[in-house]
């Protein structure tokens, strides 16, 4: 199955900085989303982005299909995005996800 | 707009009870539905999956089941509670169609098994 790498694994941040998350996959996927998971254990679905460029407010993610990996920029970082951002990856013809081991951010103010 | 429940919200069961969780969502038709664990805070394991009533597809030889007795419910169980079996059980749904596109995610139970 398709394999797939996150880094970092931890990250920590001052409260308005940027920070940049990877996500390598060893695959041609033809799905491919970022989620976070706040300290309550919620999962918010935050982009599907199989290719190509995505903004909404302080997060854009970039997805180079032909590279096979994905950025989600988190830009003026506040301590609300703390927690642990997944990235999932599915196949042609697949209806299942294979996720990251996440990488977990902690924004102190 | 469509919304995932899940429940309970937290279990505490003793090794070898027998334990049902259920997931149903409202709002939309024919989903695709899915169960995974998550354990220690981190990576999620794709427990089930099903396309329809009664199709359910096991990705993990394990001690659990699953059933889909109506369209919007997804039902986990197990006849047996082992140890390992603690964890974070999240239900998820997909939009049926040709091929995968978003998925969205129940707030989960947290299960833990003494």
């Known amino acids: 199955g398709i394999q797939v790498e996150q880094s970092p694994p931890d990250l920590i941040l001052q409260e308005g900085a940027n920070s940049t998350l990877r996500c390598n996959f060893s695959?041609?996927?033809?799905?491919l989303q970022w989620f976070h998971q706040n300290p309550w254990g919620q999962l918010i679905n935050l982009f599907y982005?199989?290719?190509g460029t995505k903004q909404n407010g302080r997060l854009s993610a970039t997805t180079v299909a032909t590279e096979r990996y994905s950025l989600l920029y988190i830009s003026s970082s506040q301590t609300t995005d703390s927690g642990v951002y997944f990235c999932a990856v599915s196949g042609a013809g697949s209806y299942q996800l294979t996720f990251g081991k996440g990488t977990k951010l902690s924004v102190i103010p | 707009s469509q919304t995932i429940h899940q429940w309970p919200a937290t279990l505490v069961q003793p090794v070898g009870s027998p334990l049902s969780l259920e997931c149903t969502v409202e709002g939309t038709s024919n989903p695709n539905l899915y169960w995974y664990r998550q354990a220690a805070g981190r990576g999620l394991q794709l427990l089930f999956y099903s396309v329809g009533i009664g199709q359910i597809s096991s990705e993990v030889p394990q001690n659990l089941s699953a059933s889909r007795p109506q369209d919007r419910q997804f039902i986990l169980s197990s006849k047996k509670l082992l140890l390992s079996d603690s964890g974070f059980y999240l239900c998820?749904?997909?939009?049926?169609?040709?091929?995968?596109?978003?998925?969205?995610f129940g707030p989960g139970t947290r299960l833990t098994v003494t």
């Open positions: 982005i199989p290719s």
């Open positions: 998820a749904w997909g939009p049926r169609a040709s091929v995968m596109v978003k998925q969205y």
């Open positions: 695959d041609s996927v033809n799905n």
